[in-house]
């Protein structure tokens, strides 16, 4: 195994691993679609992914890329906290958008992980005071007890379906980082017993076009007793904060359900029947 920082000419190569043959298969399987919809999907997901790493490069993005072979296999990416993706308020802090191996015994239980996530913190450590991940209580996504064995703090936390934990290492002495509550400047309730669901969808996750597209199906089916409301943008999350009052994420009357992108069709289900 190698690993190459992220550049101009290997740009496609840290989208790879996200989109290869067993995510798709995993994604399939786990949403039960059709294997081709889903190469489709994330295939769309990828050229958005591409141009917001392109948008972000110049502002500090970065990333470190591992290979097998010539293959790329998983990769970490981070920038400085300021452009980052998720509702998080800092000064001179590295935050982690990423960790990824690709799924099965051939790639993970290897210690990639640990080694890009070593690799990342040195290079942190060169332009800011602390290195930052919102993590989370569940064992397949960005696991708190991951990063607490790699000497990470729990400095906030946002309670929800699946908790977001926000998690700190320091090199020097800095303030915490915190969560930002959405400024909710549309101040969404239910109308005439509708629920009001709002998506906000960037290029930061390839798979989050075919997330939408499938939480979309979903709400749907409820007619018009739900009004859907979509932006897809790679506008940095500053600037979607201030044009429409929240961050990345989805909505329901105001209220976060970031947990929904991923979500069963039984759960959506029951989520928009419990804000009827």
Avoid at 133 to 143: D, G, K, L, Q
């Amino acid at each position: 195994m190698k690993i190459k920082n992220l550049n101009d000419k290997n740009l496609k190569d840290i989208v790879e691993p996200c989109v290869c043959e067993e995510w798709v298969k995993k994604f399939a399987k786990n949403n039960d679609v059709n294997l081709e919809r889903v190469k489709g999907g994330f295939s769309k997901g990828a050229e958005l992914r591409i141009d917001w790493i392109k948008k972000r490069l110049p502002l500090g993005y970065r990333a470190k890329i591992a290979y097998e072979e010539e293959k790329p296999v998983g990769f970490i990416d981070y920038l400085p906290i300021e452009i980052a993706q998720d509702p998080i308020l800092g000064y001179d802090i590295t935050v982690i958008n990423c960790i990824l191996i690709i799924p099965g015994d051939s790639y993970r239980s290897k210690g990639y992980g640990r080694i890009l996530l070593e690799l990342a913190e040195a290079d942190a450590e060169k332009m800011s005071r602390g290195i930052a991940v919102v993590a989370h209580n569940h064992p397949r996504w960005m696991p708190a007890s991951f990063f607490t064995k790699m000497g990470y703090n729990i400095v906030d936390e946002q309670n929800g379906k699946i908790k977001e934990i926000l998690m700190l290492k320091t090199f020097q002495s800095v303030e915490s980082p915190m969560f930002v509550e959405s400024a909710n400047t549309h101040n969404q309730k239910s109308v005439s017993d509708k629920v009001i669901v709002e998506i906000f969808c960037s290029g930061a996750c390839p798979h989050n076009l075919m997330s939408v597209e499938l939480l979309k199906e979903s709400l749907i089916e409820f007619g018009d007793k739900v009004i859907i409301k979509e932006v897809i943008t790679n506008d940095l999350a500053s600037d979607v904060r201030r044009k429409y009052g929240h961050s990345y994420g989805v909505y329901i009357n105001g209220k976060p359900n970031f947990w929904l992108l991923g979500a069963s069709k039984d759960e959506i289900r029951q989520e928009i029947e419990n804000n009827l």
